[in-house]
């Protein structure tokens, strides 16, 4: 079991950064490929990013490649996504959530709560 705790959203005018982190529990944390996602009012949620258990895989979408990373810290049990570079399509809300397969993202079974980032031109 995986409990999920998303920070760091907010609001920030475009070209802005933000550092999103995802705080999680349970000693199986470092056994999962781990992944942001988000969802803009009207839209499906898709994946934004997501890094296999030991950091040697990682995926971007395209929209965000060049100016968002993600990274983690197993030792502290988070996962972190800087976004640099901020434009006004990137106004969602942001998920993580953890997955037992890095690409296989609807097998991601374990969801934070989300947290919203507002982008403003």
């Known amino acids: 079991q995986v409990h999920l705790v998303e920070s760091g959203g907010g609001l920030v005018q475009a070209g802005g950064s933000l550092r999103l982190s995802c705080a999680a529990s349970?000693?199986?944390?470092?056994?999962?490929?781990m992944g942001w996602f988000r969802q803009a009012p009207g839209k499906e949620r898709d994946v934004v990013a997501a890094?296999?258990?030991?950091?040697?895989?990682?995926y971007y979408a395209d929209s965000v490649k060049g100016r968002f990373t993600i990274s983690r810290d197993n030792a502290k049990n988070t996962v972190y996504l800087q976004m640099n570079s901020l434009k006004p399509e990137d106004t969602a809300v942001y998920y993580c959530?953890?997955?037992?397969?890095?690409?296989?993202?609807?097998?991601?079974?374990?969801w934070g709560q989300g947290t919203q980032v507002t982008v403003s031109s």
């Open positions: 349970g000693r199986t944390f470092s056994s999962y490929a």
């Open positions: 959530a953890a997955g037992p397969i890095l690409m296989n993202f609807y097998d991601y079974n374990y």
């Open positions: 890094i296999k258990w030991n950091g040697g895989s990682i």
